[in-house]
């Protein structure tokens, strides 16, 4: 395949949530999930966050961000709105601490070294807040959770 330049998108493409994290965090707000369950909640809580978005809401708002999370929880079987709000807590203490998005697959190092080999252009895109040039070498690979 011929190419020019090859472009990614940062989060969920090169980059995955902490979903180890995501099902501590649930079980200590009683809801018990493991870390696949937690990542299938993630894409149906997803759902809501694209429509929200259409509607001309920026994925960054605080509103898409707090339903997001509130997403994930209810998707994960989560009731209640203080068990909402502990759940979302520590989600925000762990991404303000830039570790929510940190979870690089060992399979996207050989794909990305592969395409710089061919010597052209490699651009990553992120509508995060500019924390993935300090968190994330994409030519060395990280700890791995």
């Not at 807590?89 to 996207?108: D, E, Q």
């Not at 990305?112 to 994409?138: F, H, K, Q, W």
């Amino acid at each position: 395949m011929r190419f020019s330049a090859c472009f990614f998108d940062a989060g969920n493409t090169l980059i995955r949530m902490d979903y180890a994290f995501l099902a501590r965090a649930l079980s200590d707000c009683g809801v018990r999930a493991t870390a696949a369950e937690v990542e299938l909640a993630e894409c149906r809580a997803r759902v809501e966050v694209d429509t929200l978005a259409a509607m001309g809401s920026s994925t960054e708002s605080d509103m898409i961000r707090r339903a997001y999370v509130a997403g994930i929880f209810r998707e994960c079987g989560g009731r209640g709105e203080e068990g909402t709000e502990r759940f979302r807590a520590a989600v925000h203490v762990h991404a303000a601490a830039g570790r929510l998005w940190a979870n690089v697959p060992k399979s996207v190092y050989r794909a990305l070294n592969r395409i710089a080999a061919t010597r052209r252009p490699l651009g990553v895109i992120s509508n995060g807040d500019g924390r993935l040039r300090e968190g994330v070498s994409l030519h060395d690979e990280p700890r791995h959770r």
